[in-house]
Every structure is written in C-alpha cells, then in structure tokens.
C-alpha cells in the first residue's frame, strides 16, 4: 500500500498522456489535465474496511489523491461535512428523502477548502513558490490562507462586486490582492499576463490539474456517508463546474474499485438565470456552451460566464442521465430564508439555489417522490450578509416588545 495511487495525468480532448511528478498546467491542445490512479491496484489492496479509525476529514481518502508524501500535507482539518437530512422543507417539496451535504462550516467558509488544501499541497509538493489566480472570492480566500500555511506566496484577483468578506480572508493572509471593475473573466486575463511575466504557477480553476481531486472528496464523502451507496441525484451550484466534474469522477473512481454499485447519481447543474451558460448548450444538447454576455447574480460564486472545462461539466451531465436548470435570484432568495425558517441552517445563495432547482425538478416530475436528492450548500451563508434584508425595530432601554 502506498499513500498515494497517482500515476499520471491525461487530457480528456487530445488523450495526450503526461508525467505527474513535474509541474503541469494545460495540455498541449489547451484542455484541463486530469489525474489517473493505478485502480486495478488500488482495488486489490485496499478497502472500505482501511479508512475505519483514520481522521475524518478529506485526507482518509489519500490513496485516491495526488499527495504523494504525508509530509507535504496542509490542512486546516477541512472534509467530511455533515450530511444533514432537511425533513421539514424535504416533505414541503414533496421530496422526502431530501438531504444537504452542508460545506458552510468548513475553514474559510466555503467548500473551496477542499479544492485548496489538495492543490496547494501538491504544489508544496511540486517545489513551488508562488502561485497566482482570478477569483469571484471563495476560492482566492481558500487558496490565499492555504498558501500561507504551505508557505507559499500568492496574487490574487477578483472583482470589485465579489464578497467583501473574502478581500479580508485573502489580505489577513497576506497574499498580495487586488481588484479589478469587472468579472472573473477580466480578473484572468490580468492573472494570465503575470503568470507570463513573473513565472507565477498558474491556479487558475482548471489550469492545474489538482484542484478538482479535492473537490472530487465530495462524491466520495458523499458515497461513504450513506454506507456506499450511490443516490438518485445530486444537485450542485455550477460556475466553472469543478465540483461537478470531482463528483462524477469521484462517482466513477469508486465504481471502477468496487466500492459502489456501477450507477451513477443523476447529476444536476444548477445556475442563476443571469448566468446560465452550461443550462444554454445543455438545452441545446451542445457539448460546450459559449460565453454569456453581462451576466449577473447574488449567487456570486456561480457567476462564470464562459467555463474552462464546460465539455467536462455537460460530459457529466449526459453521462449520468442529469440535467441542467436556471433559477432567479428571486426564487433562489426566497428559498435562503425558507431553508433558515424550516430547517435553521443559514445557507449561501449559491446553496439556495440548489434547494430551488429541487423544488422546480420535484414539480415538473424529474425527481420522483421516492428519489435519494442531495443538495450541495457549497458555503455558509455568513459570509453574504448583504443577500438578508431586515427591518427590525430598535427599544429604548425599558420599553416592551410587542407582538400585535
Ligand atoms: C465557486 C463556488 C461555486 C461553484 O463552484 P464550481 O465548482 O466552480 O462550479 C458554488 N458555490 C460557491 C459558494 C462557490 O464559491
Ligand atoms: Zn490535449
């Protein structure tokens, strides 16, 4: 048994092979990388029954991650979030067994930890120094407090309109951040010409092959919290689908070992109206979508106008017999509360949005009442203060509430 079962990497376009011990970013062609692992061997030495009594966070699944040596390792004790069962608004949708795999509580606050902890530890592996990447927040403030810890430098850019909250978690740790009037889009092409003339290594979503193996422990959490079984759909917020593509992978990995049934969750992308890129090409049954002009959502972390790995993302779709569905800010809104009044939890937007594509696939008949549905909460819902709007009145010191 060795830690990590990694063997190379391959390009999903062009089936161009490469070596994973030296620092990669695109194929040749321009297509994301993705991370091979020795299955067959895997299968034969290790099982289900080895991850009993290990930490539980992302890394009881090291074997099937790129680390090679525990000593490169960073972690802030990020995974295994709780997969809650939501009862109340479950049997309100008619969907009763309606769970939510929550990632708001986390380090940094959203499930971007995950993609993180995994990619900057591998680049800590890989000998680098300084990182750079375009960010709508989360990511940048996940990947600024994670190279702090690996010690290593990092630049960041995200627009103005991103989460203030996440400029905080990216200036505390001392990345060097700036902003620019525009959107993430914008935000690459600034990190695209440093990247080319400082030598940055570039961590870009899907510009290095890594950050989708931590996202990937998603599906595999997933998997080992219902005892290895696989449910019937999985609804998840996308912006450049990266924790899509890791789920379906995850799902696949698994399959390939043993370790489930060979059956896939019908897998749901999720995006705002105002920026519905992958729900465009997936009705038009393309196999990538085209940039969406002005786009614009609360869900901010969703808001990703043209996808680097969109072929991935509809790949996993129609492989897993999925679908893909827009929601308005105003219903996704409207479902935050709702799921803070029936169930407690103060999701994000990005979150919401997931619980309102539910609701909407529950009505048209594409969930069935006996369906197995999880629904990601890809962040908490304290880092956007800004999506809650209250009127509350002020006392002065002696004075009654009233209830009239
Ligand atoms: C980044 C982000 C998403 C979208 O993630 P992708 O894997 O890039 O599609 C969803 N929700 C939140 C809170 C995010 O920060
Ligand atoms: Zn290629």
Aim: aromatic letters at 8%; hydrophobic letters at 40%.
């Amino acid at each position: 048994m060795t830690f990590s079962y990694l063997i190379g990497l391959h390009c999903p376009k062009c089936k161009e092979q490469y070596n994973a011990d030296q620092i990669r970013q695109l194929c040749v062609c321009g297509s994301p990388l993705l991370a091979d692992y020795d299955l067959h061997a895997l299968k034969k030495e290790v099982t289900p029954g080895h991850l009993q009594g290990r930490i539980p966070d992302l890394w009881r699944y090291h074997e099937l991650l790129p680390v090679r040596e525990k000593s490169h390792v960073v972690t802030l004790g990020e995974g295994m979030t709780p997969l809650l069962s939501m009862p109340r608004i479950g049997s309100e949708m008619g969907i009763p067994n309606l769970l939510m795999k929550d990632e708001g509580i986390i380090p940094t606050g959203s499930f971007k930890a995950r993609g993180a902890a995994v990619g900057v530890s591998k680049a800590k592996e890989l000998g680098i120094k300084e990182l750079a990447m375009p960010t709508n927040g989360n990511a940048g403030a996940a990947w600024a407090l994670y190279a702090a810890r690996a010690g290593i430098k990092a630049s960041i850019v995200m627009p103005v309109g991103a989460p203030e909250i996440t400029r905080n978690e990216c200036a505390i740790s001392g990345a060097h951040l700036c902003l620019v009037n525009g959107l993430i889009s914008d935000a690459g092409k600034i990190i695209g010409q440093a990247v080319k003339e400082y030598g940055f290594y570039d961590a870009s979503t899907l510009k290095e092959p890594y950050r989708i193996e931590g996202k990937k422990t998603m599906g595999l959490e997933i998997a080992e919290q219902l005892g290895w079984k696989v449910p019937d759909v999985i609804l998840y917020p996308t912006g450049g689908g990266v924790g899509l593509i890791g789920i379906f992978k995850a799902f696949r990995e698994l399959a390939q070992i043993g370790w489930i049934e060979e059956r896939l969750p019908r897998l749901v992308a999720v995006q705002a109206a105002g920026c519905a890129p992958i729900v465009k090409a997936w009705n038009e049954r393309k196999r990538e979508s085209e940039f969406w002009p002005d786009s614009a959502t609360a869900a901010f972390g969703i808001n990703v106008p043209k996808a680097l790995g969109d072929f991935l993302v509809l790949e996993a779709i129609y492989e897993s017999e999925g679908c893909a569905i827009a929601v308005e800010d105003a219903d996704l809104l409207e479902e935050q509360g709702r799921i803070a009044r029936y169930e407690g939890a103060f999701v994000c937007p990005e979150g919401a949005a997931a619980f309102a594509a539910a609701r909407r696939l529950r009505e048209n008949g594409w969930i069935r009442e006996e369906d197995t549905v999880i629904a990601l909460n890809t962040g908490s819902g304290i880092k956007y203060p800004e999506t809650v709007r209250i009127d509350v009145p002020i006392l002065q010191p002696g004075e009654r509430i009233n209830l009239e």
